[in-house]
């Protein structure tokens, strides 16, 4: 796999991520390492449950996809 390979799956998986949570994701680590990919996700909303939930979802879904492995995750809330 080479860089450019990496940045189309993340790509991929950003846009997957975007249009179904409506969220913003950005990859915030890892640009230029082959193997790793470090993602940001920002959500707004009144109620935190739904936030806390949506993001959970969000992990479960990346848990999800074969060609990935979550290593690690942190969801905090404002």
């Not at 707004?44 to 992990?59: H, T």
Request: no cysteine; hydrophobic share 40%; aromatic share 6%.
């Amino acid at each position: 796999m080479t860089l450019k390979d990496k940045r189309r799956v993340i790509k991929s998986v950003k846009d997957r991520i975007r249009n179904k949570y409506n969220v913003s994701i950005a990859e915030i680590g890892g640009n230029d390492n082959i193997r790793t990919a470090i993602l940001g996700v920002a959500m707004v909303a009144n109620e935190s449950r739904f936030v806390n939930s949506a993001l959970s979802d969000i992990v479960e879904f990346v848990r999800k996809i074969p060609k990935l492995s979550l290593i690690d995750y942190t969801i905090e809330t404002l």
